[in-house]
């Protein structure tokens, strides 16, 4: 049988589709729309917000937040949760934007310099889900402790893709289409840079405790 992995925030579904050959993978999304184009393409998933969507004694092997913890008021609450919905010695994996890359450094150092722009993109402001934490090590080390986990290993992904980077950029339509193609362009220029500097997307793994 299959480990039990659970999606968080799985919006088009496309981890559900990297791992459903390995894994028994149920995906939550909060947004109506997009979780019913998400079930349209015969995904399985449920629509609202964890746990409640989840009965009191279900469990998963894996439960896993890409790109979705930071957007979480409540994340004591949403840590304490997953463990309850753990199997013993499963895996919580935490994929998020970390406030010690080099990014957000230099964004912190234009809003001081009254160029708050950067910071305030970086924060995803006036978007309908911004960031309401930026973590690190030390504050999911914290986390971890505090909700019955062990930090078991941290890896960093690349700052940032070249590819759909224009989309990224012009989404929120605050960016004009020439303006988001010039950004693209020359953040792209600087991707090799950015590979050997203070990585901006962390995953840690924190393994429950028994």
Request: charge should be negative; aromatic fraction near 8%.
């Amino acid at each position: 049988m299959r480990p039990r992995l659970l999606d968080v925030g799985c919006a088009h579904g496309w981890f559900i589709e990297a791992n459903c050959e390995t894994f028994d993978v149920t995906g939550i999304e909060p947004d109506p729309t997009v979780a019913r184009a998400t079930l349209a393409r015969g995904l399985r998933i449920r629509t609202g917000l964890i746990p409640d969507v989840l009965g009191s004694e279900e469990k998963f092997d894996v439960i896993v937040f890409n790109d979705v913890l930071e957007h979480t008021p409540q994340i004591n609450d949403i840590l304490s949760a997953c463990s309850s919905h753990l199997s013993s010695d499963g895996l919580l994996v935490v994929n998020a934007s970390s406030r010690t890359g080099f990014l957000y450094k230099l964004s912190k150092v234009l809003a001081f310099s009254k160029l708050g722009g950067a910071f305030d993109r970086l924060w995803q402001r006036g978007l309908p889900s911004p960031h309401v934490h930026y973590l690190d090590e030390c504050s999911m080390r914290t986390l971890a402790e505090n909700n019955g986990f062990s930090m078991e290993s941290v890896l960093s992904s690349p700052s940032v893709a070249a590819n759909g980077l224009y989309e990224r950029i012009h989404c929120s339509n605050n960016v004009s289409k020439p303006k988001a193609f010039a950004i693209a362009n020359i953040v792209t220029l600087g991707i090799p840079f950015l590979a050997i500097l203070p990585p901006d997307i962390e995953v840690w793994f924190l393994r429950k405790l028994h």
